[in-house]
């Protein structure tokens, strides 16, 4: 095969998961139903927020009449800030997100998660990219479809580490991953966000099979990158101890994100992704 066949061959099979995951993300976006994404509080905006009594530094020209009209107390009509924000990824791509028990990974899910999120935020406004300076945030729908191409590619590596390169300070930021590397990895990102003012959420993707650990008798445990192998006659007798290591990196994960100020959630393949995008959506709203 010539090098220009070669390469239009690789080209096509790298590019085919793409239309697929971006349908997947937008159909999966059209299904929570959300209004503009505002941040909750008064500021500059076309939102109404709410109607608060006015206080005396308040002009006269903020005062609504109609809502005033109708009790002894004159009201303002606050709006919702809605100043674009910049929301920056970090989706693990390593080769642990590979496993799965059923018919999806846990490397797709996370991404049509990601993904997902993004056409949300980006439909709102906002500006979304990833880590390691290689999408920077931007707005508009050409966006979500530079996210699918990147997306999709994979590691070699057993696991993933969060990439902070590119993370904008007061930015609000997502990792998505298995977690089940190295912990260092998490804490010193979760350290270099912190020290940047930014917020954000741990999304923590698990297969069913990695919570329920249903191998008994003769079973050999393999990383997905081939590096790590372990042999037992009795993998029964590991599940407490693994359940409780598993359980150990949960609290973890998760007092590292109440230190920080942000939202920590697990979420397992065999799970409905409407209500993780829920979950991820709500935890980008939040200050």
Not at 22 to 49: C, N, P, S, Y
Not at 53 to 79: C, G
Not at 225 to 233: A, I, M, P, Y
Request: net charge negative.
């Amino acid at each position: 095969m010539s090098d220009a066949l070669a390469l239009r061959a690789g080209a096509e099979r790298l590019a085919a998961p793409l239309p697929a995951l971006l349908a997947q993300a937008e159909h999966l976006a059209t299904t929570v139903i959300l209004g503009d994404h505002g941040r909750r509080r008064a500021g500059l905006g076309d939102t109404f927020w709410q109607y608060r009594p006015a206080q005396p530094h308040d002009e006269a020209r903020l005062i609504d009449w109609r809502r005033s009209a109708r009790s002894d107390t004159a009201f303002i009509q606050d709006k919702e800030w809605q100043i674009a924000q910049s929301v920056i990824l970090w989706v693990d791509r390593a080769a642990s997100m590979s496993f799965t028990s059923g018919d999806e990974t846990k490397a797709h899910r996370a991404s049509v998660l990601a993904l997902s999120l993004a056409i949300l935020l980006l439909r709102g406004g906002e500006r979304v990219g990833l880590t390691g300076l290689r999408l920077p945030p931007k707005r508009g729908e050409a966006q979500a479809l530079y996210l699918a191409e990147l997306l999709a590619e994979q590691s070699t590596d057993d696991y993933g580490s969060p990439d902070t390169d590119g993370m904008l300070p007061h930015s609000r930021a997502l990792f998505v991953s298995d977690f089940m590397g190295d912990i260092a990895g998490v804490e010193d990102a979760m350290l270099r966000a912190a020290d940047r003012g930014i917020g954000g959420a741990i999304l923590q993707v698990l297969d069913p099979q990695e919570e329920a650990f249903p191998f008994d008798g003769r079973t050999v445990f393999q990383s997905m990158g081939g590096s790590l192998t372990h042999e037992t006659q009795k993998a029964g007798d590991l599940k407490e101890r693994y359940l409780e290591r598993l359980a150990a990196r949960k609290d973890r994960l998760a007092h590292l994100a109440r230190v920080a100020g942000w939202q920590f959630h697990t979420h397992h393949t065999g799970q409905s992704a409407a209500s993780a995008l829920l979950w991820l959506y709500g935890a980008m709203e939040r200050k």
